[in-house]
């Protein structure tokens, strides 16, 4: 895709030299690159070959635990003096943060190898442009006539961070997604649906598989009717059931769980549903898409039991959060690009099989609701949701009966892992890191016709 | 930077473009964060760059760089026009566009108070101010934040239909978050306030109709019941009405979506498909939050009417989709920044207002709920699926507003909902300031209505 070779460390070098002459008390400088192409698709097919370069730095400062924060898309000399500058000066205004107690310091940590692959790195935008094609061609093999949204892309992002309790850590990653939406009418009937992958290498997308899932899904969803309101079981597929889990381990994250603002921030060491429920969080997987070797700060990733046996063990920490808690960090600073903002949250999500295939959860459900896509993250003060079941099937008999529209559920998201009756053996798993099993949850409460 | 614009618009040409944009794009950001009374955290963030779009052999070539010297600027173009070489040979949407008269124009948006005269010592301690009403209203607010940010954006847009536009846009916004807790029991309260503006909207903020309002609905949300679910009829608050009108039927109108098949109301110009009391219109030209003079194609921006009385009239439309709908572009294609090509997006969007007062849309209605206040929504424009998520919410009980509700959501069908609306109030007020996100790409919005009444709305809930 034509990276170049651009020196990262000798602009960061340079701002680390200016800051460490000041009167400040902690800061770190990352600067990052990435170049990324894509291919997009819209109505009849491929509509637009685009292809980006981005670059920053970002400069963090704490003075008498105040923050000020600067960034720069220019890594020219007097540009990083100015960035310097502003976040010094923001420093001294900044008030102090009683709950900041510094900056992590240097760890080692073996590397976690298969995050950077050199096909998606010599990848042209005309090899790029196979997949959309294959996409697209695997859906008109299930049937024609789809007008389309979606695309392919691939990036790859290098950083340096520098920071001045001794950190200097560079990482570079690759990564690839691929998405097709069809959409086929018939009169005023709708049949739509999408699939995606994503991960770290082309390896890791199947077109023809995405096409041709996305087509099915699509025409399945004709005839789709309301149902009336009520409460029945809700089986979701990983899709859906990704949510469910992302939401509580997001909930257990950084500063908002440490201080008590999100539903899960009693939950350290409580049940939150039956002893099948365990979760895990693992940055350290090879090859896998939300791994690494440090996180946003410094700190060796490592991998972390969340949830055993339904209870809670742990939050996910950052430094900040950490120190809140007078704990160690568990390595999930998340740090977004140059921009500044570090805050913390999961990265490859393991949820463990139990020992029921789909089939046995089907023929086991008299009448219920087979969710394909919906989003169960609730609100994460309160943990009530309230959510659109987006693509779904009622289910009567242990079989699909119809598609359906305009159906709700609604509840508190703790009652959902309360009620969690059965976990599949079989799941789906997302950019060779996280795992999501098919889950039915028992009654919730539904709002329809 | 203007010559280096004009100068790439040329080579493309030479480079066998038949259409050639070059976007220069230049954002300068701070922000203020207080958090219980301290401000914790300054930020300041300058992006810049340039972008170039292309069409090459009838398709869309695109690229960007952060560095806008001419060697690189002049690489984005060359990846621009191989990009659209590279998918010549594959089926898909031919690229074409409306062929308009030039534009040429410098617009500089004027403020009162510019920020970067205020000095950040005086900031924090008016933001403080306006905090500190929040935090101490009750002994139940357990957090508070507070929010500031501005923003300069210039956009410089050169064609080869030979516009040459500058538009420099300041903005203003100030986002207040409160949690209040009782036991277990957390509730959270927003509010939110932006303009293109300058200062003089902080100096002009009354704590007590901002700050202080987010903390009194937190702790009244304590008390607050979940909804009974099912269909009912609803009346909707200007805010939430805003988020109606922006999902169920704005994103449905964006010309790209209808002319690729994205849209439940593609090829129903001309159709009733909502109430006659139903007007919607798209007003870039009004000053709020989604105002703008230019659009980023360099069109100049008009109102759009969306549907009037019931009837649909037009799309929103880009220089493309107004050449495949065979409509004239009016200006309503933005990019989030140089990296992203424009797309179709909403600008500041409402229902207009109708005759009649709340208390005459609630007299009649048995058992209802009335919805207040917006927190976000999104729509699948495909299948006209829409989901608002709402702040708070009432009972209606012969006519009057009864037990207070929270966690109410609402689902809807677009094309059920637009015909369901039976009342319209006289309140318009357009106050809901925000990003919308479209196609990985976040864009200032704005959105409103009076109060107004749908009937058969499916609402979330958990009684």
Not at chain 1, 347 to 371: C, F, M, W
Not at chain 2, 102 to 117: C, F, L, N, R
Not at chain 2, 186 to 212: C, K, P, R, T
Request: glycine share 10%.
């Amino acid at each position: 895709m034509g990276v170049e070779e651009i020196d990262l460390a000798a602009p960061v070098e340079k701002a680390a030299r200016l800051l460490s002459q000041m009167d400040i008390d902690f800061y770190d400088v990352v600067a990052s690159y990435s170049r990324s192409i894509s291919i997009n698709i819209l109505g009849r097919g491929i509509k637009e070959a685009s292809s980006r370069v981005d670059l920053g730095i970002g400069v963090r400062v704490f003075r008498n635990k105040g923050l000020g924060v600067a960034y720069s898309q220019s890594l020219e000399d007097r540009d990083i003096e100015a960035t310097v500058k502003r976040a010094v000066g923001f420093a001294r205004v900044a008030q102090p943060d009683p709950y900041f107690k510094g900056l992590p310091g240097p760890s080692k940590a073996p590397e976690v190898p298969g995050l950077c692959d050199s096909e998606v790195i010599s990848l042209t935008l005309e090899e790029a442009t196979r997949i959309p094609k294959e996409m697209i061609s695997a859906a008109e093999e299930v049937r024609v006539g789809a007008m389309y949204f979606g695309g392919f892309s691939a990036s790859y992002s290098r950083a340096y961070l520098t920071v001045s309790t001794g950190v200097s850590v560079e990482a570079e990653k690759t990564a690839v997604s691929a998405y097709l939406q069809p959409v086929y009418r018939e009169g005023d009937d709708v049949g739509s649906s999408y699939e995606f992958d994503y991960g770290i290498s082309l390896s890791n997308i199947n077109p023809c598989w995405i096409g041709k899932r996305a087509a099915e899904k699509a025409i399945e969803q004709f005839g789709s009717r309301k149902v009336e309101s009520g409460s029945l079981p809700l089986i979701l597929m990983p899709e859906a059931s990704g949510s469910l889990f992302s939401s509580l381990l997001s909930a257990l994250s950084g500063e908002p769980a440490a201080k008590g603002r999100t539903f899960a921030s009693g939950l350290l060491g409580k049940h939150i549903g039956p002893e099948t429920i365990d979760v895990m969080d693992d940055g350290t997987i090879p090859g896998a898409i939300a791994s690494s070797t440090y996180d946003g700060e410094g700190v060796p990733k490592r991998p972390l039991k969340v949830v055993e046996r339904g209870r809670v063990l742990t939050f996910l920490h950052n430094s900040y959060s950490a120190g809140i808690m007078n704990v160690e960090s568990t390595g999930h600073a998340i740090r977004g690009g140059y921009g500044g903002y570090v805050g913390a949250g999961p990265s490859n999500i393991r949820v463990k099989p139990g020992d029921s295939t789909l089939d046995e959860i089907l023929a086991e459900t008299r009448r219920g609701i087979l969710v394909l896509n919906a989003s169960f993250t609730p609100n994460m003060v309160s943990g009530e949701f309230s959510t659109t079941i987006d693509e779904g099937f009622l289910i009567e008999g242990g079989e699909k009966k119809h598609p359906v529209k305009n159906l709700m559920a609604g509840g508190h998201i703790l009652n959902l892992f309360k009620n969690i009756e059965l976990i599949s053996k079989e799941g789906r798993l997302f950019g060779k890191g996280h795992f999501f099993p098919i889950v039915k949850i028992g009654e919730v409460k539904l709002s329809g016709k | 930077m203007r010559d280096l614009l004009e100068k790439i618009v040329e080579m493309g040409l030479r480079e066998g473009a038949s259409f050639c944009e070059v976007r220069y794009f230049e954002e300068r950001s701070n922000s203020i964060s207080v958090e219980n009374g301290v401000a914790r955290a300054l930020s300041s963030g300058i992006l810049r760059g340039v972008g170039v779009r292309v069409i090459v052999d009838g398709r869309w070539g695109f690229s960007s760089t952060n560095i806008p010297t001419w060697e690189s600027v002049l690489r984005a173009l060359r990846d621009a026009v191989s990009g659209a070489r590279s998918i010549v040979a594959y089926a898909g949407e031919e690229a074409k566009i409306a062929e308009v008269k030039p534009s040429i124009d410098t617009v500089i948006h004027d403020v009162k108070i510019s920020p970067e005269d205020v000095s950040p010592e005086e900031k924090v301690k008016r933001i403080l101010e306006i905090e500190r009403a929040a935090r101490t209203f009750s002994d139940r607010v357990k957090d508070t934040f507070l929010v500031y940010g501005d923003a300069v954006t210039r956009v410089v847009v050169c064609n080869s239909l030979g516009t040459l536009v500058e538009e420099v846009t300041p903005r203003m916004r100030l986002y207040c978050r409160v949690i209040a807790r009782e036991g277990d029991n957390m509730q959270e309260g927003y509010e939110s306030i932006g303009n293109v503006a300058g200062y003089e909207l902080v100096e002009n903020i009354s704590a007590e109709d901002f700050s202080l309002k987010a903390a009194k609905r937190a702790v009244s949300l304590l008390h607050a019941n979940p909804p009974p679910r099912g269909t009912y009829s609803v009346v909707v608050d200007p805010r939430v009405g805003g988020l109606f009108v922006h999902e169920a039927i704005g994103h449905n109108s964006e010309g790209d979506l209808v002319f690729s098949g994205q849209s439940i109301i593609a090829g129903k110009v001309g159709q009733k498909i909502a109430s006659d009391l139903v007007t919607i219109i798209d007003d870039p030209t009004r000053i709020n939050y989604g105002h703008f003079t230019y659009d980023h194609e360099g069109t100049r921006a008009k109102p759009h009417t969306i549907i009037r009385n019931g009837v649909l009239v037009g799309f929103l439309h880009s220089l493309e989709s107004a050449a495949k709908l065979g409509a004239e572009p009016e200006g309503s294609a933005r990019a989030q920044s140089h990296h992203y090509p424009p797309i179709v997006r909403m600008s500041n969007t409402y229902l207009a207002a109708g005759d009649m007062t709340l208390e005459e849309i609630l007299e009649d209605i048995d058992y209802g709920i009335y919805l207040s206040g917006s927190q976000y929504g999104y729509v699948e424009s495909q299948k006209g699926q829409f989901t608002c998520k709402v702040e708070e919410a009432w009972l209606i009980e012969g006519g009057e507003l009864t037990e207070h509700l929270r966690d109410v959501a609402i689902s809807g069908l677009t094309l059920e909902a637009l015909k369901n609306i039976s009342a319209v109030g006289r309140d318009l007020r357009i106050e809901m300031p925000g990003m919308c996100g479209k196609s990985g790409q976040s864009m200032y919005v704005d959105a409103g209505a009076p109060h107004f009444r749908i009937d058969g709305i499916v609402v979330g809930g958990r009684k």
